[in-house]
């Protein structure tokens, strides 16, 4: 691990100017991923700005009947929350399906969206990475490909999003709440908030320089069967092959998100409005246009497997 500098920010204003005026340093937190990365200097950050006194651990309610969600919430906390338990199960069923119990008590609600791909080649420095070194090519397309992306990727980067949480904030239309450098704040729907590859790879979500996320407001409960099903090589302490997340009425209507497929948590509003017509449809529009490469292409019916069952046992 290379040396850096340390210091506990006094406020998310403090924190988020302190960031914008030093390039290169990161907020730290649970640092359950970031300190990974460090010590196989994947990131190499030459100052860490500690975010945990800032108080943002607290679940609220909103004025319009919906649940903020501190951004230093731990994992572990959210998913025992009663109110996220009873009006938003499928985050509690993703929470506790990913990491282990020791990494949920340490992983904060924000951390957990921030949290960088689990790609091989993106984790051995001795590859060619486009998200680790812009420019360098991509070790993953022509390489073992078994674990990536399968729609939303580019001839830039194939890699996935790692995150379980992301993809129920995803089916639950959450919104990420920001702090900037000036004191401004904004609201980033969670539709906009990752990107996708293209030909910047290394851009992976809409904050700007130093921009702090403080909070994640999930909008008033829709009721529905909550399911989150995900698909792994063994029963715990993996990432996702193939994940889902519904939440659907019993009327047929609905959400349907997916992880461990694409390079940010998968969810199509048009693939959304087939659900009264069965699983078929809403698959067949969600990987309208995927792209997989030999070693991955089993995921697409992994997918739309997993896609029929859990619709399925959402409709009794």
Not at 178 to 188: E, F, W, Y
Not at 253 to 259: D, E, H, Q, S
Request: net charge positive.
């Amino acid at each position: 691990m290379r040396p850096f500098t340390y210091e506990r920010a006094t406020s998310a204003q403090d924190a988020a100017a302190k960031a914008a005026a030093m390039p290169g340093a990161r907020f730290i937190a649970g640092g359950t991923n970031l300190l990974d990365l460090m010590k196989l200097e994947i990131e190499t950050p030459g100052h860490l700005i500690d975010v945990n006194g800032l108080g943002m651990d607290q679940i609220v309610e909103t004025p319009e009947g919906g649940l903020r969600i501190g951004a230093l919430v731990r994992n572990t906390d959210l998913a025992a929350d009663k109110r996220v338990r009873k009006d938003y199960g499928v985050l509690t069923r993703a929470l506790v399906a990913g990491a282990s119990g020791q990494l949920r008590n340490k992983a904060t609600t924000a951390g957990n969206l921030l949290q960088r791909t689990r790609c091989p080649y993106f984790y051995d420095v001795n590859m060619p990475c486009n998200k680790r070194k812009p420019g360098s090519g991509c070790g993953a397309i022509g390489g073992f490909s078994r674990q990536l992306g399968v729609i939303g990727t580019s001839e830039a980067c194939i890699a996935t999003h790692p995150s379980d949480m992301a993809v129920a904030m995803r089916v639950l239309d959450a919104s990420v709440e920001t702090m900037r450098p000036d004191g401004t704040t904004r609201a980033i729907p969670i539709a906009e908030f990752h990107k996708l590859p293209g030909q910047t790879p290394q851009t992976e979500t809409a904050l700007e320089q130093g921009e702090l996320i403080i909070s994640v407001a999930l909008p008033k409960p829709t009721g529905g069967t909550h399911i989150y099903r995900k698909v792994r090589d063994r029963a715990s302490y993996a990432f996702a092959l193939v994940s889902v997340a519904a939440v659907i009425g019993r009327d047929g209507k609905g959400a349907v998100a997916l992880g461990g497929v694409a390079p940010k948590p998968w969810r199509v509003q048009e693939a959304d409005a087939l659900l009264p017509k069965g699983a078929q449809a809403v698959s067949d529009r969600l990987f309208a246009e995927a792209t997989p490469r030999e070693d991955n292409a089993f995921k697409i019916m992994l997918a739309k497997r997993t896609i029929a069952s859990v619709i399925a046992e959402a409709k009794g």
